[in-house]
């Protein structure tokens, strides 16, 4: 089999699969991370995380990020930041990550607000934005070791029967809606058709 086929398939990805994947990674963190040569402790640690779709229509998500404030001058028990974000995708590293962002502290405090955000923009973009990554790879490749499965053994499709093997899945496109995000994918892969009944494939 020399010749490869692409295909455009459509998939959906729930939020609360993604928000699984950035709990893993985020929460218990330190910010900033405590390091063998840094002696200043850390402004805060993140105790949770949410994921939601926007209703702004601009294709963006919301990110929930609930810190525990540690440094007395600006000590509280809990807040929540609200990230406004555009996500983006990575094909070479196949991993979703935010593009750009705009981030908001909720509290009664317009002077804790503002100190916040620069908290966040100055010392905890590395460890929030840039480690907020989802890598798609784990999620596709469950499916893509299902539909190689099938493919090995034949899939009959309306008087075909198709063999072979996926080769490349790359994300064409990304769109974020309000309950989960929507991915288009292009599957290229080497396949042979074996035509068993012609009369399936003539116009009714």
Known sequence: MENFVKIQVPITVSYPALEGVLKKQLVGEYIPKPSEEASDSPYAQILDVGLAGSSSG??????????????????????DLYVLATPGYDNDTQQVYIRRFNMQAQTTSRFYNSSLEVLVNKVAYNQIIQKARVNLAEIISGELIKANGMLETGMELKGLKLTGAVEEVRVQDITPKSNRMFLNLELQAKVEVDVFDLSELLPA
């Open 58 to 79: 601009n294709g963006d998500i919301i990110l929930r990020v609930r810190i525990r404030i540690l440094r007395t001058i600006l000590k509280r028990d809990n807040v």
